[in-house]
C-alpha cells in the first residue's frame, strides 16, 4: 500500500513556480495512486479543495500592529499555525509530509511537529531561503553569499530585506530560530531542484547525505498543451523573454542590447519593473505583451526562434527554460546558478551572465543557428516528464 502525503505550500494557486510544483506534485501523486492532502494559507485566490478547512489563517505583515504581531508569530512558529497543523495531522494521519516554500506564511515548525509524530519530512527548495534570509543571495543587483560564508546577522548589517532594518531584523531571528542543526534534525531530505542549490545548500553546512537533486517537471493540462505542440511549425522571426520584470531577472540588460540589434524580441510577463522598461524601451521591435495565460505562453514560445533567461541572480530551476525546451524552442541563457544545467549542446546557448557583449554575441548565433526544433522537444519531453521525477522521488519517499 503507498504511503499517504501531505503536502504543505504557502498558497494553493498558481502564484509562482514553486506553487505550481506543488499543484502538480498533488495531481501527479493522485495519479499514482496515493492518497494526498493538501496543507496551505487561506487566501481568496486559492484553489478549491476539500482540505481548504483546515488551512492556516491568512496572515499580513501591513495594515495594523495586530496584524504584524500575529505574522511575526507565524514567522517564528508561534500561536495559530500550531493548532491548526495539528488538526490536519490528526485527522488525515500522513505517512510523509512534503514541504515546499513555508516560510513566513507557514513556518519551519510544521516539520518539527510532523518528525515529532515519526513522519518522514521531505522538503522541495525553489529558493535559497534555508541559507540566506533574504531568499535570493542577491546584494545591491549582485549575487551575494555573504550569508552563507560569513554570518547570517549580515542580512540585517546590509538591510537586505527591500532595505528595512526592521524587515531584515525579523530574517535575522528566523534564520536564528530556524537554524541548519534544527533545519536537519527535523527534515529527512531536502530536494534540490539544481545541483547548484545542492552545492549551495553544502557551502551553508547542510549534510550532504540528505540533498537530493530532483529537476522540477511540467505536469497536468500544460504538459499535454506543450506535447501537442508541432515543434516544425513556422517560426516567426522573433525571440522571446518570459517571466517576471525585476532587476533580478536582468531584463534591463537584455532590452539594452536588443534596442541595439536589428532583431525583434517578445516580452510576456509583468513585474515591478513593466511600466519603466515598456516606457524606455517599447518599440517596433520590442513589444511587451504583459502577463499570458498557459495557452498565451505556449503560443509565443512555439513560434519563436529561441527564447532568452538573462537572469543575474542565482536561478535555481526556472520553469521558463523547462517549458522553452519542452516546445522545442531552444534557450540563450545566462552562465549563473542553475541554469547551465538545463542547456545542453544542441538545445541552446550561454552567455556571461551580465556581460552585455557576450549575451550580444550569443543572440546573433542563436538567430544564425538551425536548431533541431523536434529533437529539442522530444529530448525534453522526457527529460521533463512526470515519469521522470516520480521514479527519482519515489525513491526518497
Given at each position: 500500500m503507498k504511503p499517504k502525503v501531505l503536502i504543505v505550500t504557502k498558497f494553493y494557486?498558481?502564484?509562482?513556480?514553486?506553487?505550481?510544483?506543488?499543484?502538480d506534485l498533488e495531481r501527479l501523486l493522485r495519479l499514482r495512486g496515493y492518497d494526498v492532502a493538501v496543507f496551505a494559507m487561506n487566501y481568496p485566490e486559492n484553489l478549491q479543495s476539500r482540505w481548504s478547512p483546515y488551512f492556516a489563517d491568512n496572515v499580513c505583515f501591513w495594515n495594523s500592529n495586530k496584524n504584524r504581531v500575529k505574522a511575526v508569530k507565524r514567522v517564528l512558529g508561534f500561536g495559530d499555525i500550531r493548532s491548526s497543523f495539528a488538526k490536519?495531522?490528526?485527522?488525515?494521519?500522513?505517512?510523509?509530509?512534503?514541504?515546499?516554500?513555508?516560510?513566513?506564511?507557514?513556518?519551519?515548525?510544521?516539520?518539527?511537529?510532523?518528525?515529532?509524530?515519526?513522519?518522514?519530512?521531505v522538503w522541495t527548495l525553489h529558493d535559497y531561503k534555508l541559507v540566506c534570509p533574504a531568499y535570493s543571495c542577491l546584494y545591491n543587483g549582485k549575487p551575494c553569499d555573504d550569508c552563507i560564508i560569513k554570518s547570517k546577522f549580515s542580512v540585517v548589517r546590509k538591510k537586505c530585506m527591500k532595505g528595512s532594518f526592521s524587515g531584515s531584523f525579523l530574517g535575522w531571528l528566523e534564520a536564528l530560530r530556524w537554524r541548519r542543526p534544527v533545519l536537519e534534525k527535523n527534515v529527512d531530505a531536502f530536494v534540490c531542484p539544481s545541483r547548484f542549490m545542492k552545492e549551495k545548500m553544502i557551502q551553508g553546512g547542510f549534510e550532504k547525505s540528505k540533498l537530493h537533486v530532483i529537476c522540477n517537471f511540467i505536469g497536468g493540462n500544460k504538459f499535454e498543451l506543450l506535447r501537442s505542440s508541432d515543434p516544425m511549425v513556422s517560426r516567426d522571426d522573433y525571440c522571446c523573454y518570459v517571466g517576471r520584470l525585476s532587476h533580478e531577472k536582468g531584463v534591463d540588460l537584455l532590452l539594452s542590447v536588443m534596442a541595439k540589434l536589428p532583431y525583434k524580441i517578445k516580452i510576456a510577463g509583468s513585474g515591478p519593473e513593466f511600466d519603466r522598461l515598456k516606457e524606455i524601451y517599447a518599440s517596433d521591435r520590442i513589444e511587451f505583451l504583459g502577463k499570458l495565460d498557459a495557452d498565451g505562453v505556449l503560443n509565443l514560445l512555439?513560434?519563436?526562434?529561441?527564447?532568452?533567461?538573462?537572469?543575474?541572480?542565482?536561478?535555481?530551476?526556472?520553469?521558463?527554460?523547462?517549458?522553452?525546451?519542452?516546445?522545442?524552442?531552444p534557450v540563450v541563457g545566462a552562465n549563473i546558478g542553475g541554469i547551465p544545467e538545463l542547456i545542453d549542446e544542441g538545445t541552446g546557448l550561454i552567455f556571461e551572465s551580465g556581460n552585455s557583449?557576450?549575451?550580444?554575441?550569443?543572440?546573433?548565433?542563436?538567430?544564425?543557428?538551425?536548431?533541431?526544433?523536434?529533437?529539442?522537444?522530444?529530448?525534453?519531453?522526457?527529460?521533463?516528464?512526470?515519469e521522470n521525477y516520480y521514479g527519482l522521488l519515489e525513491k526518497v519517499y
Open positions: 494557486y498558481p502564484r509562482g513556480g514553486a506553487c505550481v510544483c506543488a499543484i490536519i495531522m490528526d485527522d488525515f494521519n500522513p505517512d510523509i509530509v512534503h514541504l515546499h516554500n513555508i516560510h513566513s506564511y507557514i513556518s519551519p515548525e510544521v516539520a518539527v511537529m510532523a518528525h515529532k509524530r515519526g513522519k518522514k519530512v512555439k513560434k519563436s526562434r529561441f527564447s532568452i533567461v538573462p537572469s543575474i541572480c542565482y536561478e535555481n530551476n526556472p520553469l521558463s527554460a523547462i517549458e522553452s525546451f519542452c516546445t522545442g524552442t557583449s557576450s549575451l550580444e554575441k550569443a543572440i546573433h548565433e542563436a538567430f544564425s543557428n538551425k536548431w533541431d526544433y523536434r529533437k529539442i522537444q522530444e529530448d525534453s519531453l522526457v527529460r521533463f516528464s512526470a
